[in-house]
């Protein structure tokens, strides 16, 4: 008999968590899981990647706490094997519904974050580690993730498993090869000049504002664009930024991009400049597509990623002046030394392909369904 597992999440919306997802359904083994996917009532932009085979169900709310009582009725009348989800507000919901259907489901939770700091923030981790311990399996995005959760959340250890993100390598692949650009965009790379490119949601954590003047510098040395994919609530401030450093002409900012690969695939270089990253999933994707990358150390993910340097050139979070300089050594690089870096780049995207990460996300679901068997 198949195993259904049951994937919990607030919507289907454009953001890494509902990526994750999807990815996990669409390559679980359908002949030995059920995999269900389960929202509140909202229509999610990532719903039409969603395999015919997997089912998604909307429950009749738009509120999580409202969410609780017809969660709990749908695992009562469902009898699943896992109740899956991810991001605390979320995993609270799915471990009370679950708990309150009194059925032998087993719940696991998924943490992506590198979340805490302040005195309310740690308090706050702590009041969600109390609840997980009602879940039967914590699983980390990353090491240093699990390290968090142990330090903040006082999850005991031997209950995390560290799986990382999963990506759509093939699909990436082939939407990273796609050539037509709108005319306003094609315009930008037919300059005769070098481009950078960055993707994220445009607020404080992603740090645009030391890409940009970074950016600034290296405009001083040569001729180069810098391309801003992603929407969010700095849009004004990071414009303005861009025209008091006077390079608002050689900055793009153009907005939330449903095939951003294509993007990263024709630009010289991928820069990130987040100030902290539970994973980095952008930068898989990056390397995915064959793009030299300069990134933060933001932790933990990138060190994670790219290994310390290994697979991307480094920069301290917040240091314009070195950013500058390393994007200025990825735009001069040799043309040996960017083949090399390529070729390396995609053999450690390969390692985050879904085939292979999803295989250990049914290693765990089975084992926690055998645990008390």
Not at 118 to 145: C, D, P, T, W
Not at 200 to 227: C, H, M, S, Y
Not at 316 to 327: I, K, N, S
Not at 346 to 359: C, D, G, N, Q
């Amino acid at each position: 008999m198949k195993k259904k597992v049951v994937f919990f999440i607030y919507e289907l919306g454009a953001g890494g968590a509902a990526r994750t997802f999807v990815n996990i359904v669409n390559y679980i083994n359908k002949e030995t899981f059920e995999p269900i996917i389960v929202t509140l009532n909202y229509s999610g932009s990532y719903e039409k990647y969603v395999h015919e085979d997997v089912r998604i169900e909307k429950l009749p709310a738009k509120r999580l706490r409202s969410a609780i009582i017809p969660f709990r009725d749908f695992i009562k009348k469902e009898q699943p094997d896992i109740v899956f989800s991810t991001i605390p507000n979320y995993n609270t919901i799915a471990i009370i519904a679950r708990l309150l259907s009194r059925t032998k489901a087993k719940t696991i939770v998924r943490e992506a974050a590198f979340l805490g700091g302040s005195v309310s923030e740690n308090m706050k981790l702590f009041f969600f580690g109390q609840l997980y311990r009602f879940a039967h399996k914590v699983i980390a995005l990353s090491n240093g993730v699990k390290e968090n959760i142990v330090s903040k959340y006082f999850v005991p250890e031997n209950k995390i498993s560290v799986i990382y993100n999963p990506i759509d390598l093939v699909n990436i692949q082939k939407l990273a090869e796609e050539d037509r650009f709108p005319d306003e965009h094609e315009v930008i790379f037919q300059q005769k000049r070098k481009t950078i490119v960055t993707a994220g949601r445009l607020v404080p954590e992603k740090d645009q504002k030391t890409l940009i003047k970074a950016f600034a510098e290296v405009k001083k040395r040569q001729p180069v664009n810098l391309i801003i994919l992603g929407e969010g609530a700095l849009i004004k401030e990071l414009q303005e930024k861009a025209r008091k450093l006077q390079v608002e002409e050689d900055v793009h900012f153009l907005g939330f991009q449903e095939n951003p690969y294509k993007y990263f695939k024709r630009a010289d270089v991928f820069a990130l400049s987040s100030e902290a990253e539970g994973f980095g999933h952008v930068l898989v994707e990056a390397l995915a597509t064959e793009t030299l990358i300069v990134s933060t150390n933001c932790k933990p993910g990138a060190e994670e990623v790219l290994q310390n340097g290994r697979y991307g050139l480094i920069t301290p979070v917040g240091d314009a002046e070195t950013m500058a300089d390393q994007l200025e050594k990825a735009l001069t690089m040799s043309t040996e030394e960017k083949i090399r870096r390529q070729q390396e780049g995609l053999y450690r995207a390969k390692e985050f392909s879904a085939e292979t990460i999803v295989r250990q996300y049914e290693r765990v679901f089975l084992e926690t369904i055998g645990a008390d068997e």
